[in-house]
């Protein structure tokens, strides 16, 4: 203790020595003369100092000494002579920082052979090059936390928080030292400490906040566990039953080569035995998981392969302790996923067809993705590429397997990791599946398949998923078959299953490309239809489809005009909400962007534009921004801008074009339509001059082109 006391006082001594130095030099080589002259005189009261102490300790040492008091004169007439003192100190600094650099270069290319010993897991010559390496730079961070990595790999604990703390004194912002020094206090057993390292990281840096919810987790259950495990140790020293019972019932599984209904029944009263979570840590601590590596009939019945029925009651039976001991308790959850057999065997249960073990996987499968510290654990131990596959087969299943898959990859599709991985056989596997789902509307579970287009489409939140959906032909031929099958039935699954590939339409098309340019007339003419059902949501989505399909074609443009898409849009934008208005009038924009009849159609449809003008109030800004284009748009119908003398139109839009909208588009079109509508009608400059818009309109103007 007091050798490393002394090693950190040298070291601090070594750190003020460099800082002084420092200082010295830059106020030498200061343009200010009364900073050099008062760094010259601090410079020489140092040197004599430094001579007095050395002549004094000669003195004391060795007491026969002959001084030279001619060497003695000429050294204090070179110390009075500035100029040449300066060139001396001026030497000895840059003597100095060669030889750091120097130390510098060898303490780099240890660092770099101790990283090489530390990637091979040679880590005692790790720490070995590291050592080497701080005594030619004893103020080198790095070599600090990289030696106490090493240390942690080698459990030697407290030596890694040692390091730590000297890299701290190196730079006390170091993220990696409090990072180590939290995961050395956390393997002792100090969790308070622990959590301590890890909020400081977060104070140095706020945006590591994920990194350190996961390792204050870790934490937290790593405590949660030790603390479990004591109350179970205390239940078995006092002799409770149950806890003598688990005990007891493992032995006796241990036994070699019984007949398989013998470990069948054992496990079936095992399961019965857990009841809580002493008795889950109980089976944790006395090796309950090893039952599977230590006995081949065992493991030879937890396999997705052929079964006699004996074997399939044996996989049932262990699916169900599974459950037991793993229901809350996420130790249990993470040893089990880790296990070899049970991370290999889950994705070959579920594909089993046995529908007893489907029914038991999907049911232990669901205890880890119901909530967060599950799911991270199925996406870190398991290949999911073809969950999603396999998953959606159970749209298939009339019973309540459908359900629980369908409730699986809902909770998945939280994971940014999980959709990463369903990138990896959309193309080639999944979607071909999810096609042939959807042509067979009437052959499947309907709810489930509600569910299961409805997961599709969270899943297009990931782009490249997106993208290759929208770029599947048979995945457009068949959402369109599903609107055709669904469109004349009004069984409420049915209905549902609509309403969710509508949704799913909306989100493939925020992409563009070809295939949804050549589907575009058709898809368009779909949605004409749907316009005529009784289900609000239906309609809405409806027309939300219209407002992005109709962009990729002019075609499709043409073909909703002629089927009176105005005077339709115009009846949802008078009784309808603001989804509703926010996609009609949408839709509207775009029709009489291009199409003369669908300008007219809107003058004649929307008498003195009361429906457009009411939109111009409203509170949203992209249902404004469109209504100002559309009245625009539509102020070239000779008598358009005439019906509106006796409105309010001119001050509401001259509201809009100087206001201070976020959406600059609100601003430009306001002015535009304003422009229209005294190009049209020259009387509507009277009450714009009134209001004193000219200034207005013109800086307006402006400053839309200026962005």
Same mark, same amino acid.
């Given at each position: 203790?007091?050798?490393?006391?002394?090693?950190?006082?040298?070291?601090?001594?070594?750190?003020?020595?460099?800082?002084?130095?420092?200082? &010295?030099?830059?106020?030498?080589?200061?343009?200010?003369?009364?900073?050099?002259?008062?760094?010259?005189?601090? $410079?020489?009261?140092?040197?004599?100092?430094?001579?007095?102490?050395?002549?004094?300790? @000669?003195?004391?040492?060795?007491?026969?000494?002959?001084?030279?008091?001619?060497?003695?004169?000429?050294?204090?007439?070179?110390?009075?002579?500035?100029?040449?003192?300066?060139?001396?100190?001026?030497?000895?600094?840059?003597?100095?920082?060669?030889?750091?650099?120097?130390?510098?270069?060898?303490?780099?290319?240890?660092?770099?052979?101790?990283?090489?010993?530390?990637?091979?897991?040679?880590?005692?010559? /790790?720490?070995?090059?590291?050592?080497?390496?701080?005594?030619?730079?004893?103020?080198?961070?790095?070599?600090?936390?990289?030696?106490?990595?090493?240390?942690?790999?080698?459990?030697?604990?407290?030596?890694?928080?040692?390091?730590?703390?000297?890299?701290?004194?190196?730079?006390?912002?170091?993220?990696?030292?409090?990072?180590?020094?939290?995961?050395?206090?956390?393997?002792?057993?100090?969790?308070?400490?622990?959590?301590?390292?890890?909020?400081?990281?977060?104070?140095?840096?706020?945006?590591?906040?994920?990194?350190?919810?996961?390792?204050?987790?870790?934490?937290?259950?790593?405590?949660?566990?030790?603390?479990?495990?004591?109350?179970?140790?205390?239940?078995?020293?006092?002799?409770?039953?149950?806890?003598?019972?688990?005990?007891?019932?493992?032995?006796?599984?241990?036994?070699?080569?019984?007949?398989?209904?013998?470990?069948?029944?054992?496990? *079936?009263? &095992?399961?019965?035995?857990?009841?809580?979570? $002493?008795?889950?840590?109980?089976?944790?601590?006395?090796?309950?998981?090893?039952?599977?590596?230590?006995?081949?009939?065992?493991?030879?019945?937890?396999?997705?392969?052929?079964?006699?029925?004996?074997?399939?009651?044996?996989?049932? !039976?262990?699916?169900?302790?599974?459950?037991? #001991?793993?229901?809350?308790?996420?130790?249990?959850?993470?040893?089990?996923?880790?296990?070899?057999?049970?991370?290999?065997?889950?994705?070959?249960?579920?594909?089993?067809?046995? @529908?007893?073990?489907?029914?038991? $996987?999907?049911?232990?499968? !669901?205890?880890?993705?119901?909530?967060?510290?599950?799911?991270?654990?199925?996406?870190?131990?398991?290949?999911?590429?073809?969950?999603?596959?396999?998953?959606?087969?159970?749209?298939?299943?009339?019973?309540?397997?459908?359900? +629980?898959?369908?409730?699986?990859?809902?909770?998945?599709?939280?994971?940014?990791?999980?959709?990463?991985?369903?990138?990896?056989?959309?193309?080639?596997?999944?979607?071909?599946?999810?096609?042939?789902?959807?042509?067979?509307?009437?052959?499947?579970?309907?709810?489930?398949?509600?569910?299961?287009?409805?997961?599709?489409?969270?899943?297009?939140?990931?782009?490249?998923? *997106?993208?290759?959906?929208?770029?599947?032909?048979?995945?457009?031929?068949?959402?369109?078959?599903?609107?055709?099958?669904?469109?004349?039935?009004?069984?409420?699954?049915?209905?549902?299953?609509?309403?969710?590939?509508?949704?799913?339409?909306?989100?493939?098309?925020?992409? @563009?490309?070809?295939?949804?340019?050549?589907?575009?007339?058709?898809? +368009?003419?779909?949605?004409?239809?749907?316009?005529?059902?009784?289900?609000?949501?239906?309609?809405?989505?409806?027309?939300? #489809?219209?407002?992005?399909? &109709?962009?990729?074609?002019?075609?499709?443009?043409?073909?909703?005009?002629?089927?009176?898409?105005?005077?339709?849009?115009?009846?949802? &934008?008078?009784?309808?909400?603001?989804?509703? !208005?926010?996609?009609?009038?949408?839709?509207?924009?775009?029709?009489?962007?291009?199409?003369?009849?669908?300008?007219?159609?809107?003058?004649?449809?929307?008498?003195?534009?009361?429906?457009?003008?009411?939109?111009?109030?409203?509170?949203?800004?992209?249902?404004?921004?469109?209504?100002?284009?559309?009245?625009?748009?539509?102020?070239?119908?000779?008598?358009?801008?005439?019906?509106?003398?006796?409105?309010?139109?001119?001050?509401?839009?001259?509201?809009?074009?100087?206001?201070?909208? $976020?959406?600059?588009? #609100?601003?430009?079109?306001?002015?535009?339509?304003?422009?229209?509508?005294?190009?049209?009608?020259? *009387?509507?400059?009277?009450?714009?001059?009134?209001?004193?818009?000219? /200034?207005?309109?013109?800086?307006?103007?402006?400053? #839309?082109? +200026?962005?």
């Amino acid at each position: 203790m007091l050798a490393e006391e002394e090693q950190e006082e040298d070291f601090q001594r070594f750190l003020r020595r460099v800082d002084d130095i420092t200082n &010295l030099v830059q106020g030498l080589n200061s343009t200010d003369p009364a900073v050099k002259e008062k760094t010259i005189a601090e $410079t020489e009261k140092r040197l004599h100092d430094q001579e007095t102490s050395k002549e004094e300790e @000669s003195k004391t040492t060795v007491n026969r000494t002959v001084i030279n008091t001619r060497a003695s004169d000429t050294a204090n007439a070179e110390a009075a002579d500035a100029d040449g003192f300066l060139a001396i100190l001026e030497k000895d600094a840059k003597e100095r920082a060669k030889r750091r650099k120097r130390n510098e270069h060898l303490a780099n290319a240890l660092k770099e052979k101790g990283n090489d010993a530390f990637r091979k897991g040679d880590y005692v010559v /790790a720490i070995q090059r590291y050592t080497e390496g701080l005594e030619k730079l004893k103020d080198k961070q790095e070599l600090y936390t990289n030696r106490a990595q090493a240390y942690l790999k080698m459990h030697k604990y407290e030596k890694a928080i040692g390091d730590c703390e000297w890299a701290l004194k190196c730079n006390e912002r170091c993220i990696k030292a409090y990072f180590l020094m939290g995961k050395a206090h956390l393997a002792l057993r100090h969790y308070s400490e622990s959590r301590q390292c890890y909020e400081k990281i977060l104070q140095i840096d706020p945006q590591k906040e994920s990194l350190i919810k996961d390792c204050m987790n870790e934490v937290n259950l790593e405590e949660k566990r030790m603390k479990d495990e004591e109350r179970a140790m205390k239940e078995v020293q006092s002799g409770k039953l149950a806890a003598l019972s688990i005990k007891e019932l493992l032995q006796k599984l241990d036994r070699p080569d019984q007949n398989i209904l013998y470990y069948t029944g054992g496990i *079936r009263l &095992l399961t019965g035995a857990v009841k809580d979570r $002493t008795e889950q840590t109980l089976f944790r601590t006395n090796n309950g998981f090893s039952i599977l590596k230590d006995n081949e009939i065992v493991r030879r019945g937890f396999c997705g392969e052929q079964k006699s029925t004996a074997e399939v009651d044996l996989s049932v !039976s262990l699916l169900f302790l599974w459950q037991a #001991v793993c229901a809350g308790n996420e130790e249990n959850q993470r040893l089990l996923l880790t296990h070899p057999d049970v991370n290999a065997q889950l994705p070959k249960l579920l594909s089993s067809g046995v @529908s007893e073990i489907q029914k038991e $996987t999907l049911a232990l499968i !669901s205890l880890y993705s119901e909530n967060e510290n599950g799911r991270r654990l199925l996406v870190r131990h398991q290949d999911l590429t073809k969950w999603l596959q396999i998953l959606m087969t159970f749209v298939n299943s009339t019973d309540a397997r459908a359900s +629980s898959a369908m409730n699986i990859l809902s909770d998945l599709t939280e994971e940014e990791r999980f959709k990463t991985q369903c990138r990896v056989t959309l193309s080639t596997d999944v979607l071909p599946l999810f096609a042939q789902l959807l042509t067979s509307a009437k052959l499947v579970n309907r709810a489930a398949l509600a569910r299961c287009i409805g997961i599709m489409g969270n899943l297009c939140a990931d782009v490249v998923i *997106r993208m290759q959906m929208a770029e599947c032909k048979e995945c457009w031929q068949a959402c369109l078959k599903l609107v055709d099958e669904c469109f004349d039935v009004s069984v409420p699954k049915y209905q549902e299953c609509l309403f969710a590939v509508l949704g799913l339409m909306m989100n493939l098309l925020l992409e @563009s490309n070809a295939i949804i340019q050549y589907f575009a007339v058709d898809i +368009s003419g779909r949605c004409m239809s749907l316009l005529r059902v009784k289900d609000g949501r239906i309609v809405t989505r409806a027309i939300g #489809v219209l407002s992005r399909i &109709l962009p990729a074609s002019s075609s499709a443009v043409e073909e909703v005009v002629k089927g009176g898409v105005v005077k339709k849009m115009i009846k949802f &934008l008078k009784a309808g909400g603001q989804i509703t !208005s926010n996609y009609g009038i949408k839709t509207l924009s775009i029709c009489t962007r291009t199409n003369r009849q669908a300008q007219e159609d809107l003058v004649k449809s929307d008498k003195r534009f009361s429906v457009l003008l009411k939109l111009l109030d409203s509170e949203n800004e992209m249902i404004v921004g469109n209504a100002a284009f559309c009245l625009g748009q539509c102020l070239v119908v000779p008598g358009a801008a005439t019906s509106l003398l006796n409105s309010n139109v001119v001050m509401i839009l001259l509201k809009h074009a100087g206001g201070d909208a $976020t959406r600059t588009s #609100v601003q430009e079109n306001a002015a535009i339509a304003l422009g229209k509508l005294c190009v049209a009608e020259p *009387r509507h400059i009277f009450q714009l001059r009134k209001l004193n818009g000219l /200034a207005i309109l013109n800086s307006a103007v402006k400053y #839309v082109h +200026s962005i």
